[in-house]
Structure formats: structure tokens, C-alpha cells
């Protein structure tokens, strides 16, 4: 029970935590906004404004920087880690959703011409656009700033 406890009580978990979930809620408050439904996808859903994964691993960096120093080892490891991710999803996430739009086009095309398509639709909202990133970012900046 220790160590339940103690991953518990860690405040970059915390941070990054509380921040993932910050990035989601506004998700949904946003989709609310301006779809004006709501949208059960966005409550865990990938994708959409603002990143949560930036918003995560933004929180993680700024707590250890804060607790460990940003000349630390980890705050590196926890620095190129978060370019890794946000890189991550605004190239190869945004482009796998790009893509994923452009297949279930043609496969509803294809099905509207006789074709027997039975696969199901693929998940367009995947990745981010960089300004969902950025937005993502300054989220986990300002409360991994706050948490640690």
C-alpha cells in the first residue's frame, strides 16, 4: 500500500494528472460551444483543442524543473520527451487523421457505387494542429508552474 501511496502522493503525477484532465474538460467545453451538443468522444477522446498530451508532459517538465532544477539530467530527459510528443502529434497524429478522412471518403464513395464495404470508419481526430499543441503547452506550462 506504500507504494500506491507514494506514486499517489508524487507531484509530477499529480501535475501531469491534473493537467490531462484541465485539457480534456476543456475539450468538451469547447465542443459544448461550439457545436452545441455534447460530444461523449471528447470526455477520453485524442485530438481537438487543446492538446492534453502536450498539456501532460508540459506539467511533468515543469515540476521536475522546478523540484529537480533545469540543469538537471531528468529535466532533460523530461524536455526532449515532451518535443518528442508534441512533434509526435502534430506531424505523424495529424497525418494519420488526415489520412484516415481521405480512406473513409473513398470507402463511402466506393459504397455508394455497389461496392460491398463492410470495415469500419477510421478515427479522424487524431492528431493536433500546431496551435492545439502551443495552446496544450501553455496549459501544462501554467499548471505544472502552479503545482510544484
Known amino acids: 500500500m506504500g507504494v500506491v501511496l507514494d506514486i499517489l502522493g508524487n ?4 501535475a501531469a494528472a491534473l493537467a490531462w484532465a484541465v485539457a480534456q474538460a476543456l475539450k468538451v467545453v469547447l465542443t459544448l460551444a461550439i ?3 455534447f460530444d461523449r ?3 477520453l477522446g485524442s485530438g481537438g483543442m487543446p492538446s492534453s498530451h502536450s498539456s ?4 511533468m517538465l515543469m515540476v521536475i524543473g522546478f523540484r529537480e532544477g533545469f540543469s538537471s539530467s531528468i529535466f532533460a530527459l523530461a ?8 512533434y509526435d502529434a ?3 497524429r495529424r497525418s494519420t487523421g488526415r489520412n484516415a478522412a481521405v480512406i473513409n471518403h473513398l470507402m463511402d464513395a466506393l459504397s455508394g457505387n455497389g ?3 463492410d470495415g469500419e470508419r477510421l478515427k479522424e481526430l487524431v ?3 500546431p496551435i492545439q499543441v502551443m495552446a496544450g503547452a501553455l496549459l501544462g506550462i501554467l499548471i505544472g508552474t502552479l503545482m510544484a
Not at 507531484?11 to 499529480?14: A, D, E, F, N, S
Open 11 to 14: 507531484r509530477v503525477i499529480q
Open 35 to 37: 457545436s452545441k451538443r
Open 41 to 43: 468522444s471528447r470526455v
Open 56 to 59: 501532460m508532459v508540459c506539467a
Open 79 to 86: 524536455f526532449c520527451f515532451a518535443g518528442v510528443v508534441m
Open 90 to 92: 502534430a506531424g505523424v
Open 115 to 117: 461496392y460491398a464495404l
Open 127 to 129: 492528431g493536433h494542429t
